[in-house]
């Protein structure tokens, strides 16, 4: 009796420990990058912690698809190095889904539509596009600002253009007048001028561009994650994110609320 009580116990405490190496590997580690200054997209909270509304759409998906999300600290240029070379898995930041990228990388379907906008000191006049003419313009490296911007240089008449690594230097040196504008997302900057004081979006370039979730190309979690995405926007999850970060219901038919499939 002693000996089949004890064979239980051994049983027992087997189960519990395989148990265990199974809910650990369950909990694959799914390593995420995000451009910590990004409002209300990502950025540091003052503990250090990241905070956002793709932060929030990222964590949730993971989890859903059975991952543990980990996010570190990255540049926005240094993300698409770190998914071709695998350092992490899938990286947030605003980052626009384009033809161009998706040759290297792959991409979720799309969770936020966005345009782009021009920005200047309060109390400066532009019209239009063609006021640049003549104008220093600063752009965040690596974004499809810049690449805008790029394209457009030449036909625009731009003086000189002028990469940064962060957003807030950005707007520092137009303040002090070292560029003469900024071109960037207009939800980023937005958010950005409700801390930053003194600038204003005075012209909007329609693009048609919508954010997802960068990844490695054909990543082995990419129709979880996915997938996951899908159910979030079917059950509401994905709208009320929306309402926390923007304060307002996402538009009727935006990809916010509607399902696409992997681009």
């Given at each position: 009796?002693?000996?089949?009580?004890?064979?239980?116990?051994?049983?027992?405490?087997?189960?519990?420990l395989?148990?265990?190496?199974?809910?650990?590997?369950?909990?694959?580690?799914?390593?995420?990058?995000a451009y910590?200054?990004?409002?209300?997209?990502?950025?540091?909270?003052?503990?250090?912690?990241?905070?956002?509304?793709?932060?929030?759409?990222?964590?949730?998906?993971?989890?859903?698809?059975?991952?543990?999300?980990?996010?570190?600290?990255?540049?926005?240029?240094?993300?698409?190095?770190?998914?071709?070379?695998?350092?992490?898995d899938?990286?947030?930041?605003?980052?626009?889904?384009?033809?161009?990228?998706l040759?290297?990388?792959?991409?979720?379907?799309?969770?936020y539509?966005?345009?782009m906008?021009?920005?200047?000191?309060e109390?400066?006049?532009?019209?239009?596009?063609?006021d640049?003419?003549?104008?220093?313009?600063?752009?965040?490296?690596?974004?499809?600002g810049?690449?805008?911007?790029?394209?457009?240089e030449?036909?625009?008449?731009?003086?000189?253009?002028k990469?940064y690594?962060?957003?807030?230097?950005m707007?520092?040196?137009?303040?002090?007048g070292?560029v003469?504008?900024?071109?960037?997302?207009?939800?980023?900057?937005?958010y950005?001028?409700?801390?930053?004081?003194?600038?204003?979006?005075?012209?909007?370039?329609?693009?048609?561009?919508?954010?997802?979730?960068?990844?490695?190309?054909?990543?082995?979690q990419l129709?979880?994650i996915?997938e996951?995405?899908?159910?979030?926007?079917?059950?509401?999850?994905?709208?009320?994110?929306?309402?926390?970060?923007?304060?307002?219901?996402?538009?009727?038919?935006?990809?916010?609320?509607?399902?696409?499939?992997?681009?």
């Amino acid at each position: 009796m002693m000996l089949t009580r004890r064979h239980a116990i051994m049983l027992a405490t087997a189960i519990g420990l395989a148990a265990g190496g199974l809910s650990a590997a369950a909990a694959e580690t799914f390593q995420i990058g995000a451009y910590p200054s990004n409002p209300p997209f990502e950025y540091k909270n003052a503990s250090g912690a990241f905070e956002g509304f793709e932060v929030d759409i990222a964590t949730e998906a993971a989890r859903r698809a059975g991952l543990e999300p980990e996010i570190a600290d990255y540049g926005f240029q240094a993300l698409f190095a770190a998914t071709t070379s695998g350092r992490i898995d899938g990286a947030i930041s605003s980052i626009t889904i384009t033809e161009e990228r998706l040759q290297s990388q792959s991409f979720t379907q799309p969770y936020y539509d966005s345009d782009m906008g021009i920005a200047v000191k309060e109390g400066v006049e532009l019209s239009g596009t063609e006021d640049l003419k003549g104008k220093i313009v600063g752009v965040l490296s690596g974004s499809t600002g810049a690449k805008w911007v790029s394209d457009n240089e030449a036909g625009l008449g731009i003086k000189a253009v002028k990469g940064y690594n962060a957003q807030q230097d950005m707007f520092l040196d137009l303040g002090a007048g070292r560029v003469d504008a900024a071109v960037s997302d207009i939800p980023g900057m937005e958010y950005l001028f409700t801390k930053m004081k003194g600038f204003a979006v005075a012209g909007r370039i329609k693009t048609g561009e919508q954010y997802g979730m960068m990844m490695s190309k054909d990543h082995p979690q990419l129709d979880a994650i996915n997938e996951a995405i899908t159910t979030m926007k079917e059950d509401g999850t994905m709208a009320g994110i929306h309402e926390k970060w923007f304060g307002s219901a996402p538009p009727a038919g935006s990809s916010t609320v509607t399902v696409f499939a992997i681009p």
